[in-house]
């Protein structure tokens, strides 16, 4: 089993649409957890922490649900400029930033 | 403000050659350096991390090795590539602590071995 699973898409979704992305992760001592993005043939680039009450930032809500080793991602009304890979990244305890990515799930957003 | 440079870019070599990549960082002392791989629809895996000069921790057996020469230097080499090696190789570094919105990536380098 990998250590943080994500459905791989692609999701293709008229402007507008609500999209939401699952991410489960296998380590129950995983302790922060992020998503990223990453646009074709680009770096992968830091979209949100994800904290334990849950978060929001703008267009963007991250939930975390730690019994069931479950994070999510939704994206309110999308745009054309959200089109990208979406990275599910779970960080391990210990003494350095050791993060396991997921494979990512590509989100393409048309007009 | 910190940044990291990657080069080269984009790299065409032969199965058999050598590999130099080489990360730095600007605006920041004694980083936490990565290297990692992506493959084609894979996700990142971490292949080197190190916390100081001269301090290399290896997360997967591989023909690869990693060296850091300077603080903020990163250096990933193989002495002979192999078509498994091919992938977007990305350098990141990181505070020391942890923070809570690091790591950074570098723009990245796209290897072709043929």
């Known amino acids: 089993r990998k250590e943080v699973e994500q459905d791989p898409g692609p999701f293709n979704v008229p402007e507008g649409a609500t999209v939401a992305f699952n991410c489960t992760y296998s380590n129950s001592a995983s302790q922060s957890f992020f998503w990223y993005r990453q646009d074709c043939r680009k770096e992968p680039k830091l979209l949100m922490s994800v904290y334990s009450s849950g978060n929001e930032d703008g267009r963007f809500t991250a939930q975390l649900n730690r019994a069931s080793q479950y994070i999510s991602l939704l994206i309110r009304d999308s745009k054309l400029s959200d089109s990208a890979t979406y990275l599910c990244v779970v960080k391990t305890a210990g003494g350095y930033n050791k993060l396991i990515f997921g494979a990512g799930t590509r989100l393409a957003v048309h007009p | 403000s910190q940044t990291i440079h990657q080069w080269p870019a984009t790299l065409v070599q032969p199965v058999g050659s050598p590999l130099s990549l080489e990360c730095t960082v600007e605006?920041?002392?004694?980083?936490?350096l990565y290297w990692y791989r992506q493959a084609a629809g894979r996700g990142l895996q971490l292949l080197f991390y190190?916390?100081?000069?001269?301090?290399i921790s290896s997360e997967v057996p591989q023909n690869l090795s990693a060296s850091r020469p300077q603080d903020r230097q990163f250096i990933l080499s193989s002495k002979k590539l192999l078509l498994s090696d091919s992938g977007f190789y990305l350098c990141?570094?990181?505070?020391?602590?942890?923070?809570?919105?690091?790591?950074?990536f570098g723009p990245g380098t796209r290897l072709t071995v043929l």
């Open positions: 190190s916390v100081g000069i001269g301090q």
């Open positions: 605006g920041t002392s004694n980083p936490n």
């Open positions: 990141a570094w990181s505070v020391a602590s942890g923070g809570p919105r690091d790591p950074y």
